[in-house]
């Protein structure tokens, strides 16, 4: 049976006039990065305040490891709010410090962790500056740091990555799946989907106050294929498209590709060799699908034959817009 460490059970929450959560389960893996996604105003905020009893649901309960969500659980659970608030007259050690002191730590073992996490942030040279004299990104390595470092069981963030440059994302990534590895559960809350692709492994789409998806994304994203193969090939594309014709739909050839694409297939053709070319098709079910691949076999020299499996974010569009 599977672990989870955080059950969500038919939670509901009303503001006057709103429905912000309309009976929203879900259930966390213990050691799992799990998403959550959304429209703006979808309830994702909502949802992750009553995991930190900031507010409490109206219908519904929350579990943590196996039981009823209590008071004493929070200081088991680190959060990183999307407002973020430092003290911008203090100086940044002393704010981390601070931090670190509520949390429970003592104030050697909060030195030791916190100089580990500013070498590994190259924020160290900042320690004695004020919180004001920091930049967004940097701010918010410190708010990052001084949420993860008494290692919570449970890690929230909301929307880590925003005001991050791509190098920084990268960093944080990398720390996340760390802090998963060392035994941590995270969840977050995010719209930038390929962060979502890099670094979940379940999710689950809140649309309206409404949970409309979870599972494990690479299950959901196979779920999802629309029957999309392409195939790689050497060959006469016109001999192709003749013997593929009555079993399958061409949806792109290789002049369709975006520019990227093209150039990683012009890449990979071999001196003396002419082109990699590529058609991509849509097949009706797995029978057709062994013709397409006997017949393109046939006519031409097939190199690759591949499923396209949808993106998170071309899943999260049609979901919100209900054609999936
Ligand atoms: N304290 C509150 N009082 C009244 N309405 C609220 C309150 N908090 C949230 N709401 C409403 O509940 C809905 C869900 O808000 P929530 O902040 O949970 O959305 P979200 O999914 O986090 O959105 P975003 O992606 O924009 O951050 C919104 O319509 C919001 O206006």
């Not at 490891?65 to 973020?84: C, F, H, K, M, T």
């Not at 720390?175 to 809350?189: H, M, N, P, Q």
């Not at 409309?212 to 690479?218: C, E, M, P, R, Y």
Request: charged share 25%.
């Amino acid at each position: 049976m599977e672990d989870f460490l955080l059950r969500v059970e038919h939670v509901s929450k009303h503001y006057s006039g709103h429905t912000a959560l309309d009976d929203v389960s879900l259930d966390i893996p213990r050691g799992s990065v799990y998403g959550l996604l959304g429209p703006n105003g979808a309830g994702k905020t909502t949802l992750i305040r009553i995991i930190n009893r900031i507010t409490a649901p109206d219908e519904g309960r929350v579990l943590f490891d196996g039981r009823p969500l209590a008071s004493a659980d929070v200081q088991r659970i680190g959060y990183l709010p999307e407002e973020r608030g430092l003290y911008k007259k203090m100086k940044v050690g002393e704010q981390a410090l601070f931090f670190a002191r509520l949390k429970g730590l003592s104030r050697a073992e909060a030195v030791r962790r916190l100089r580990v996490w500013f070498d590994r942030f190259d924020i160290a040279s900042w320690w004695n500056r004020r919180v004001e004299e920091l930049s967004k990104g940097m701010a918010q390595k410190v708010q990052f740091i001084v949420t993860v470092l008494h290692e919570p069981e449970l890690l929230i963030f909301d929307e880590p990555f925003s005001g991050f440059d791509p190098i920084n994302a990268n960093l944080l990534k990398e720390e996340i799946l760390g802090l998963r590895d060392r035994g941590a559960t995270v969840i977050f809350s995010t719209h930038n989907m390929s962060s979502v692709e890099e670094v979940c492994d379940h999710i689950t789409l809140i649309d309206r106050s409404r949970n409309i998806l979870s599972g494990a994304v690479d299950e959901i994203r196979r779920r999802h294929g629309q029957n999309l193969f392409r195939l790689e090939y050497r060959g006469d594309e016109a001999a192709l498209r003749r013997a593929l014709t009555g079993r399958c739909e061409v949806v792109a050839s290789g002049g369709d590709l975006p520019a990227e694409e093209a150039a990683v297939v012009l890449h990979a053709s071999t001196e003396g060799l002419p082109e990699l070319q590529s058609l991509t098709v849509h097949v009706a079910d797995d029978a057709a699908l062994r013709g397409v691949i006997a017949a393109a076999n046939e006519t031409v020299a097939l190199r690759s034959f591949a499923e396209q499996i949808p993106s998170m974010n071309d899943i999260f569009i049609r979901a919100v817009d209900g054609s999936l």
